[in-house]
């Protein structure tokens, strides 16, 4: 466990063990704030950061921590890095801040969070856990921002709306208009329509795999045929 | 009595899901006529458009899953799916509430869930709530019965609003079309009025909403052929309309300005067709007998909450999704004693 390759670590936070698509943890910002791109993307990198701190502080003190407290210690870690982002997101990105609400503050809550820091960060070197924390952030982003791209598109028929939200007056008019004269699909804003897109890039995320699987399988059958 | 036993062997037609549906689509017949006569073409153009889609896409997911198409499609589930759902819709729908409808029934709702046999919730009321909570303005456009309407749309005029969006000169859809008697007792109720002043008003007949009442009519006898026919067992109708009944009994007698009376609710908005022909839909109604009966008036007590104090005018869908959700508890609870197990 405790020499784990980057290339693996980054695999398994993007792809193979995605705390969205196959823990399926922190489910519950991830349903509630994916109504757009940008408040996914907004979201994605709240917690990105917040996992990159978190794991790495877990991993300096891991062995000052004693076992039979290290979860509130990693609740206080967690806590702590939680409230600076909070605040500062509340100075720098005040309306965007205004709109993700109290699912900012609630990070501290995502079982991702604390899932990384009990079973990788608190056994493994700082680079390592760093690593794993930007990993693992950046594949909660990356669906963050696929399942919020999606719902922006069926439902309102846009996509990067509001992106003066998180990069100021030069990004007003980034949001595209995909279909003109578009009526809204309610539906996909609404939360079933987060149910049902997550469960649909799950599946599509599944599929990939299934085929993946498949392939060596028929590459290495052909490479014997010949013989 | 005559009693006359012929040589052997005795077997009587088989029952297979062919005929059930078959059976159910023809019980909707009545109802169906009904509301053809006093709403006009725009129901006739919902259901080609959206039991057209059902059997489409019940062919494509059949197909994609690799299930034999022609056999799953011969028992004509789909073709009911996309049947009750057209039933459920208003006659002034675009093209595309009927065919996005019956797409979201049968790809999402059915064969994402297993296909026919294994799906949680009843197919057509995913499709109907999905549009309802989606395209609130559309699924308003409810057609006046005839009579009261100032302007009829023809066969061809139907079409022209339903694919193109076209309507005759001189009219618009806010004059041919009109609230339905629940949606409009719900506004004007908010409105301060009470509910004998509204009634007077030529939308409203001797039992429920002028029109509505026969319409429901046609689904209670075709719902009361499906009894006979052992199609569908009594408990569900009984216990939705019994409840339904009770609930707007006890209120009708302690303020009878503000709920309207046990019999209009019988008869308005999809009561009959809610009670005989979507509730009891075999997959995802509740199996055992008590069971059916609590699921029956779970029912009828929520199509009155919702209609009494909800934010739709009318609550069946609703309902009946939510008391699909409660079926494997009610199933759970409510399972018969075996035969020489348990009991005294």
């Known amino acids: 466990m405790s020499e784990t390759s980057y290339p693996e670590i980054a695999r398994n936070g993007l792809w193979n063990n995605n705390p969205a698509l196959v823990q399926l943890l922190g489910l519950c910002p991830l349903l509630a704030v994916t109504t757009t791109f940008i408040n996914g993307l907004g979201l994605g990198i709240a917690t990105t950061l917040t ?153 599509v995320k599944n599929l990939i795999d299934q085929r993946r699987a498949r392939r060596p399988v028929r590459a290495a059958a052909g490479e014997t045929a010949p013989a | 009595m005559e009693f006359r036993t012929y040589s052997s062997p005795h077997l009587s037609g088989t029952n297979h899901v062919g005929r059930l549906m078959r059976g159910v689509m023809l019980a909707a017949l009545p109802g169906l006529i009904l509301a053809w006569w006093f709403f006009g073409w725009g129901v006739l153009v919902n259901l080609v458009l959206a039991v057209s889609t059902c059997i489409g896409a019940e062919a494509a997911m059949l197909r994609m899953r690799r299930r034999p198409v022609r056999v799953t499609l011969g028992d004509g589930s789909a073709a009911l799916t996309g049947l009750l759902l057209a039933l459920a819709l208003p006659p002034f729908a675009p093209w595309w509430i009927p065919v996005l409808g019956a797409l979201f029934a049968i790809v999402i709702a059915k064969q994402l869930y297993g296909g026919l046999g294994y799906n949680p919730f009843n197919p057509a009321m995913v499709g109907y709530v999905v549009l309802l909570i989606s395209f609130p303005r559309e699924m308003t456009l409810w057609a006046p019965p005839q009579e009261l309407a100032d302007a009829r749309l023809s066969l061809v005029q139907t079409l022209a609003w339903s694919l193109l969006g076209t309507l005759p000169a001189g009219t618009g859809i806010d004059a041919i079309s009109m609230a339905t008697p629940l949606d409009t007792i719900k506004t004007q109720l908010g409105l301060g009025l009470t509910l004998t002043e509204i009634q007077a008003g030529p939308r409203f007949g001797s039992l429920g909403g002028y029109g509505w009442e026969w319409v429901n009519l046609g689904f209670l006898l075709g719902g009361g052929w499906l009894l006979y026919r ?115």
């Open chain 2, 230 to 344: 052992g199609t569908i067992q009594w408990q569900i109708p009984a216990g939705f309309l019994g409840g339904l009944f009770v609930m707007a009994l006890l209120f009708y007698a302690a303020d009878s300005d503000t709920y309207a009376s046990p019999l209009f609710h019988l008869f308005s908005g999809a009561a009959m067709l809610g009670a005989f022909f979507i509730a009891t839909d075999p997959v995802s109604a509740s199996t055992t007998p008590r069971g059916r009966l609590v699921y029956g008036i779970g029912i009828g007590i929520l199509v009155y909450i919702i209609r009494a104090w909800g934010g739709y005018p009318d609550g069946v869908a609703f309902a009946v999704l939510l008391m699909n959700m409660a079926v494997p508890t009610i199933d759970y609870y409510t399972q018969p004693r075996v035969y020489g197990q348990g009991g005294e």
């Open chain 1, 51 to 203: 996992l990159i701190i978190s794991n790495s502080v877990v991993s300096a003190i891991r062995k000052l921590v004693r076992p039979e407290v290290r979860i509130p210690v990693f609740v206080l870690v967690i806590a702590s890095t939680v409230t600076v982002i909070e605040i500062s997101m509340n100075a720098w990105f005040h309306e965007l801040y205004l709109i993700l609400g109290i699912f900012i503050p609630l990070i501290v809550t995502n079982c991702s969070i604390i899932g990384r820091a009990e079973a990788f960060a608190s056994k493994n070197r700082l680079r390592a856990a760093f690593t794993d924390g930007l990993a693992m952030g950046l594949g909660f982003t990356a669906v963050l921002v696929t399942l919020g791209a999606l719902r922006e598109i069926i439902g309102k028929g846009t996509l990067f709306a509001q992106s003066h939200l998180m990069f100021g007056e030069l990004a007003a008019n980034w949001s595209l208009t995909l279909i003109d004269d578009y009526r809204g699909f309610l539906l996909a804003v609404l939360p079933p329509g987060a149910f049902i897109g997550l469960g649909l890039i799950i599946a």
